[in-house]
Protein backbone atom coordinates (compact mmCIF):
# COMPACT_ATOMS: atom_id res chain seq x y z
CA UNK A 1 0.00 0.00 0.00
CA UNK A 2 1.42 3.40 -0.95
CA UNK A 3 2.14 5.68 2.04
CA UNK A 4 0.42 8.90 2.59
CA UNK A 5 1.98 11.82 0.58
CA UNK A 6 -0.03 14.07 2.42
CA UNK A 7 1.35 14.85 5.71
CA UNK A 8 0.65 17.94 8.30
CA UNK A 9 3.57 20.07 9.86
CA UNK A 10 4.12 20.21 13.79
CA UNK A 11 5.68 21.92 15.97
CA UNK A 12 7.06 20.91 19.58
CA UNK A 13 5.56 23.33 22.23
CA UNK A 14 7.43 23.49 25.66
CA UNK A 15 5.09 23.55 28.40
CA UNK A 16 5.36 26.95 31.38
CA UNK A 17 5.85 23.94 33.55
CA UNK A 18 8.72 22.59 32.15
CA UNK A 19 7.22 19.29 33.55
CA UNK A 20 8.25 19.26 37.14
CA UNK A 21 5.25 18.68 38.20
CA UNK A 22 4.18 15.93 36.59
CA UNK A 23 5.47 12.10 37.63
CA UNK A 24 8.26 10.39 36.01
CA UNK A 25 6.40 7.95 34.20
CA UNK A 26 3.98 10.78 32.52
CA UNK A 27 4.95 11.68 28.86
CA UNK A 28 4.62 15.28 30.09
CA UNK A 29 7.33 15.40 32.81
CA UNK A 30 9.86 16.01 29.62
CA UNK A 31 8.03 19.10 29.55
CA UNK A 32 6.97 19.42 25.44
CA UNK A 33 4.45 18.54 23.77
CA UNK A 34 4.32 17.97 19.55
CA UNK A 35 1.18 19.85 18.27
CA UNK A 36 0.05 19.57 14.88
CA UNK A 37 -1.14 22.99 12.95
CA UNK A 38 -4.75 23.09 12.43
CA UNK A 39 -6.86 21.70 9.11
CA UNK A 40 -10.30 22.32 7.91
CA UNK A 41 -11.07 19.13 10.43
CA UNK A 42 -10.24 21.96 13.46
CA UNK A 43 -11.79 24.34 11.92
CA UNK A 44 -15.24 22.60 12.13
CA UNK A 45 -14.59 21.62 15.32
CA UNK A 46 -14.41 25.39 16.35
CA UNK A 47 -17.55 26.06 14.67
CA UNK A 48 -19.64 22.80 16.31
CA UNK A 49 -22.72 24.44 18.22
CA UNK A 50 -22.84 21.14 20.15
CA UNK A 51 -19.28 21.31 21.50
CA UNK A 52 -20.15 25.60 21.45
CA UNK A 53 -23.35 25.06 23.60
CA UNK A 54 -21.04 22.44 26.05
CA UNK A 55 -18.39 25.06 26.98
CA UNK A 56 -15.71 21.99 25.61
CA UNK A 57 -14.87 23.35 21.89
CA UNK A 58 -11.21 24.49 23.06
CA UNK A 59 -10.84 21.34 24.49
CA UNK A 60 -12.13 19.39 21.89
CA UNK A 61 -9.54 21.47 19.61
CA UNK A 62 -6.61 20.84 21.35
CA UNK A 63 -7.44 17.18 21.90
CA UNK A 64 -7.49 16.92 17.93
CA UNK A 65 -4.27 18.98 17.34
CA UNK A 66 -1.90 17.32 19.83
CA UNK A 67 0.24 14.67 18.80
CA UNK A 68 1.69 13.12 21.74
CA UNK A 69 -0.24 10.41 23.73
CA UNK A 70 -1.28 11.24 27.54
CA UNK A 71 -4.06 11.51 29.75
CA UNK A 72 -5.32 14.94 28.80
CA UNK A 73 -6.94 15.26 32.15
CA UNK A 74 -3.70 15.56 34.01
CA UNK A 75 -2.64 18.47 31.89
CA UNK A 76 -1.77 21.73 34.09
CA UNK A 77 -4.47 24.56 33.67
CA UNK A 78 -1.45 26.71 33.14
CA UNK A 79 0.10 24.27 30.45
CA UNK A 80 -3.05 23.93 28.89
CA UNK A 81 -3.03 28.20 28.48
CA UNK A 82 -0.11 27.31 26.49
CA UNK A 83 -1.57 24.89 24.24
CA UNK A 84 -4.05 26.99 23.45
CA UNK A 85 -2.24 30.68 22.93
CA UNK A 86 0.34 28.24 20.36
CA UNK A 87 -2.64 26.54 18.64
CA UNK A 88 -4.05 30.08 17.35
CA UNK A 89 -0.64 30.99 16.41
CA UNK A 90 -0.09 27.91 14.15
CA UNK A 91 -3.86 28.31 13.04
CA UNK A 92 -3.60 32.21 11.80
CA UNK A 93 -0.39 33.70 12.53
CA UNK A 94 0.83 35.74 16.13
CA UNK A 95 -0.95 38.79 15.41
CA UNK A 96 -4.38 39.51 17.19
CA UNK A 97 -6.29 42.38 17.41
CA UNK A 98 -8.97 43.04 19.52
CA UNK A 99 -10.68 46.74 21.19
CA UNK A 100 -9.42 48.30 24.69
CA UNK A 101 -11.26 50.80 25.99
CA UNK A 102 -12.53 52.04 22.75
CA UNK A 103 -9.02 51.49 20.94
CA UNK A 104 -7.43 48.88 18.47
CA UNK A 105 -4.83 47.10 19.68
CA UNK A 106 -2.59 44.64 18.40
CA UNK A 107 -0.53 42.32 20.18
CA UNK A 108 2.41 39.55 19.02
CA UNK A 109 1.35 36.41 20.40
CA UNK A 110 4.50 34.78 19.58
CA UNK A 111 6.14 37.21 21.88
CA UNK A 112 4.65 36.12 24.89
CA UNK A 113 6.72 34.39 27.67
CA UNK A 114 5.66 32.03 30.43
CA UNK A 115 6.00 32.84 33.79
CA UNK A 116 9.37 32.55 35.75
CA UNK A 117 9.27 29.01 37.37
CA UNK A 118 8.84 29.37 41.15
CA UNK A 119 11.70 27.76 43.06
CA UNK A 120 8.61 25.47 45.10
CA UNK A 121 8.45 23.80 41.69
CA UNK A 122 11.48 23.71 40.59
CA UNK A 123 12.30 21.27 44.09
CA UNK A 124 9.50 19.40 43.40
CA UNK A 125 10.60 16.38 41.66
CA UNK A 126 7.41 15.40 40.27
CA UNK A 127 5.27 15.69 43.23
CA UNK A 128 2.11 18.11 42.61
CA UNK A 129 1.54 19.23 46.57
CA UNK A 130 2.94 21.94 48.21
CA UNK A 131 2.62 23.56 51.99
CA UNK A 132 0.90 27.01 52.91
CA UNK A 133 0.71 28.59 56.29
CA UNK A 134 -1.81 30.99 56.60
CA UNK A 135 -0.74 34.34 57.63
CA UNK A 136 -3.64 35.16 60.21
CA UNK A 137 -4.82 32.15 61.62
CA UNK A 138 -1.55 29.67 61.68
CA UNK A 139 -3.24 27.01 59.88
CA UNK A 140 -1.31 24.91 57.59
CA UNK A 141 -2.52 24.18 54.20
CA UNK A 142 -1.46 21.44 51.67
CA UNK A 143 -2.40 21.95 48.07
CA UNK A 144 -2.27 20.98 44.74
CA UNK A 145 -2.14 23.27 41.77
CA UNK A 146 -5.52 22.20 39.13
CA UNK A 147 -5.49 20.26 36.26
CA UNK A 148 -7.90 20.06 33.30
CA UNK A 149 -9.51 16.61 35.12
CA UNK A 150 -9.95 18.89 38.25
CA UNK A 151 -11.29 22.21 36.89
CA UNK A 152 -14.31 19.77 34.89
CA UNK A 153 -14.77 18.68 38.63
CA UNK A 154 -15.20 21.57 40.03
CA UNK A 155 -17.69 22.70 36.84
CA UNK A 156 -19.83 19.91 37.73
CA UNK A 157 -20.67 20.17 41.29
CA UNK A 158 -21.09 24.07 40.28
CA UNK A 159 -23.53 22.82 37.85
CA UNK A 160 -25.44 20.80 40.17
CA UNK A 161 -25.63 23.34 43.13
CA UNK A 162 -26.94 25.81 40.32
CA UNK A 163 -29.88 23.60 39.82
CA UNK A 164 -30.49 23.26 43.57
CA UNK A 165 -30.26 26.73 44.02
CA UNK A 166 -30.09 28.68 40.58
CA UNK A 167 -28.90 32.03 42.96
CA UNK A 168 -25.74 30.16 44.92
CA UNK A 169 -22.75 32.13 44.59
CA UNK A 170 -20.11 29.20 45.70
CA UNK A 171 -17.29 29.30 43.13
CA UNK A 172 -14.52 30.67 45.36
CA UNK A 173 -15.59 28.59 48.20
CA UNK A 174 -15.98 25.19 45.57
CA UNK A 175 -12.42 25.84 44.07
CA UNK A 176 -10.89 25.99 46.91
CA UNK A 177 -11.86 22.63 48.39
CA UNK A 178 -10.69 21.08 45.28
CA UNK A 179 -7.50 23.02 45.45
CA UNK A 180 -7.03 22.18 48.98
CA UNK A 181 -6.36 18.47 50.02
CA UNK A 182 -5.54 19.01 53.48
CA UNK A 183 -5.63 21.42 57.16
CA UNK A 184 -3.03 20.52 59.38
CA UNK A 185 -2.48 17.39 57.84
CA UNK A 186 -6.21 16.27 58.15
CA UNK A 187 -7.03 14.95 54.42
CA UNK A 188 -10.50 14.08 54.96
CA UNK A 189 -12.78 15.88 52.54
CA UNK A 190 -15.31 16.71 55.45
CA UNK A 191 -12.36 18.17 57.45
CA UNK A 192 -11.24 19.76 54.21
CA UNK A 193 -15.29 20.98 53.35
CA UNK A 194 -16.12 22.73 57.18
CA UNK A 195 -12.73 24.61 57.23
CA UNK A 196 -12.93 26.51 53.86
CA UNK A 197 -16.71 26.80 54.44
CA UNK A 198 -16.95 28.24 58.18
CA UNK A 199 -13.04 28.82 59.30
CA UNK A 200 -11.04 30.12 56.60
CA UNK A 201 -10.61 33.84 57.43
CA UNK A 202 -10.99 36.45 54.66
CA UNK A 203 -7.72 37.61 55.02
CA UNK A 204 -6.23 33.96 54.70
CA UNK A 205 -8.58 32.72 51.64
CA UNK A 206 -7.36 36.42 50.12
CA UNK A 207 -3.85 35.67 51.21
CA UNK A 208 -3.73 31.72 49.45
CA UNK A 209 -4.97 33.10 46.40
CA UNK A 210 -2.43 35.34 45.52
CA UNK A 211 0.09 32.70 46.56
CA UNK A 212 -1.64 30.15 44.39
CA UNK A 213 -1.78 32.38 41.79
CA UNK A 214 2.59 33.44 41.96
CA UNK A 215 3.78 29.93 41.68
CA UNK A 216 1.36 27.98 39.16
CA UNK A 217 3.09 28.00 35.85
CA UNK A 218 1.38 29.66 32.87
CA UNK A 219 1.60 31.94 29.96
CA UNK A 220 2.04 35.57 31.31
CA UNK A 221 -0.49 37.32 28.86
CA UNK A 222 0.42 40.81 30.29
CA UNK A 223 1.20 43.06 27.23
CA UNK A 224 1.02 46.96 27.09
CA UNK A 225 -1.60 49.15 25.65
CA UNK A 226 -2.85 52.66 24.44
CA UNK A 227 -5.86 53.22 26.08
CA UNK A 228 -8.54 56.24 25.15
CA UNK A 229 -6.90 58.92 27.00
CA UNK A 230 -3.60 58.02 25.04
CA UNK A 231 -1.39 56.86 28.16
CA UNK A 232 0.35 53.34 28.32
CA UNK A 233 -1.14 50.65 30.57
CA UNK A 234 -0.67 47.08 31.25
CA UNK A 235 -3.48 44.93 31.09
CA UNK A 236 -3.64 40.94 30.42
CA UNK A 237 -4.82 39.95 27.15
CA UNK A 238 -8.84 39.53 26.72
CA UNK A 239 -9.33 36.30 24.97
CA UNK A 240 -12.45 37.26 22.97
CA UNK A 241 -14.68 35.69 20.50
CA UNK A 242 -11.86 36.78 17.45
CA UNK A 243 -8.97 34.69 19.02
CA UNK A 244 -9.97 31.49 16.91
CA UNK A 245 -12.45 33.27 14.61
CA UNK A 246 -10.30 36.54 13.39
CA UNK A 247 -12.56 37.23 10.62
CA UNK A 248 -15.39 37.50 13.47
CA UNK A 249 -15.35 41.04 14.50
CA UNK A 250 -18.51 41.23 16.76
Not at 6 to 11: D, G
Not at 95 to 121: I, M, R, T, W
Amino acid sequence: MEENKFKVPTETIELPSQGVLYPETSPLSNGKIEMKYMTAREEDILTNSAYIKQGVVIDKLLQSLIVSKFDYNELLVGDKNSLMIAARVLAYGSKYEFNYDGVEQSVDLSSLNPKPLAPELKSSKGVNMFNYILPDSGNTITFKLLTHGDEQKIDAELKGLKKLNKDASNDGVVRLCHIITAINGDSEIKSIRDFVNNYMLAKDARSFRQYYASISPDIDLTTSVTNSNGAEEDIEIPITINFFWPDARV
